[in-house]
């Protein structure tokens, strides 16, 4: 009754002030829908650019008088997608980025098996490629079906929680350095800045698990499984293995996050402009950005896979001798460690060319893997929010 009184006097305000019968009908004709979606979920556009109390009358007149105006310009618009994610938790952002993150990985597995070989300085013959797709044709054939996917395991128990770190944290800086450095809009520096920081935490979590999947993966690896991995490593090699390539991991992933974050963010600005949830634009935005930052930062990315793989050919050529018998006992023990090393011996043993070895391969790896990764966290992060506004509204209804 209170809500049939309340359209009563909206409509006899509307019809008085302007005195035009068609500007009137339309007025309450979406204070009727407004209305309708306040009570009976009709219309969900509300919960993106409004949290709906329950209050006095003047409170209800005033958030009706800005909805009608909405109304009147965008009546059949989509909800405002950049305005859910705003009252978003952080767990919210945390679950969607734990999903995307482990999609990401296990689906591009394959493809990433393929770059890490690709990206050894000294193959075995029998492991040498021509391209990405002979390389996977070969594996399956002389290997097995699931030799490609060694190594999954340690993937995605790391790629979870270093995910959700991940996109928490760039989502929680993101918006408090642009509202600092440009209120009330979108900000490159806020971006990059918060992508750089949220690699930290990243690569924290996941180094170790990296370590783990890129010699699982390297042809001939030694090891029966993730476990033996580690128990081997930690016993030959010692807890700071993990971490030997975490300084390079960083120097590579936060130039690489940068670009990304920022031509993502761009190229939302180009196809996006309205900041809605909108796959195709999701999609294409981060296989371009991925695949750009992804080119660019290849050379550090072969640094990191000696590192990380400490490939025992390349090892035994490290020693001064260089002579096919010479050194060759000394350098087995010896260990790549440190980017500027990682450099020397990559540069010594392929030139300029080598600092580029894989790189189809991880242009191929990267397009996908991020167009992956933000179509799932962007889908997840609506579905939540939206969820999230959805109960918040019933339990307003119910009191």
Known sequence: MEADGFVRRRRMTAETAGNDPGVAGASAGAEVRWLGGR??????????????????????????????????????????????????????HMLAGAVAGIMEHCLMFPIDCVKTRMQ?????????????????????????????????????????PAHALYFACYEKLKKTLSDVIHPGANSHLANGTAGCVATLLHDAVMNPAEVVKQRMQMYNSPYRGVLDCVRAVWQKEGAAAFYRSYTTQLTMNVPFQAL???????????????????????MLSGALAGAIAAAATTPLDVCKT????????????????????????????????????????????????????????????????????WSVYEFFKYGLTKHQHNKRRAQHMES
Not at 337 to 347: D, E, I, M, N, Q
């Open 120 to 160: 050894s300085l000294q193959p075995d013959p029998a492991a040498r490629y021509r391209n990405v797709m002979d390389a996977l044709r070969r594996i399956v054939a002389t290997e097995g079906v699931w030799r490609p996917m060694r190594g999954l395991n340690a993937t995605a128990v790391g790629a979870g």
């Open 260 to 282: 990304h974050f920022m031509t993502y963010e761009y190229l939302q600005e180009l196809l996006n402009p309205q900041r809605q949830y909108n796959p195709s634009s999701h």
């Open 306 to 373: 000696l590192l990380n793989t400490q490939e025992s050919v390349t090892l035994s050529s490290q020693s001064p001798g260089q002579g096919p018998g010479k050194g060759q006992g000394q350098g087995a023990h010896r260990h790549i460690s440190g980017l500027a090393h990682a450099f020397r011996t990559v540069y010594r043993l392929g030139g300029l060319q080598g600092f580029f070895k894989g790189v189809q391969a991880r242009v191929i790896y990267q397009m996908p893997s991020t167009a992956i990764s």
């Open 39 to 92: 009570f009976w979920g009709v219309s969900e556009s509300i919960v993106g650019s409004l949290t709906p109390r329950i209050g006095g009358e003047t409170e209800l007149q005033t958030v009706d008088c800005i909805r009608v105006a909405q109304d009147a310009q965008t009546e059949d618009s989509e909800p405002d997608y950049e305005g859910l994610p705003q009252g978003a938790s952080t767990s919210t």
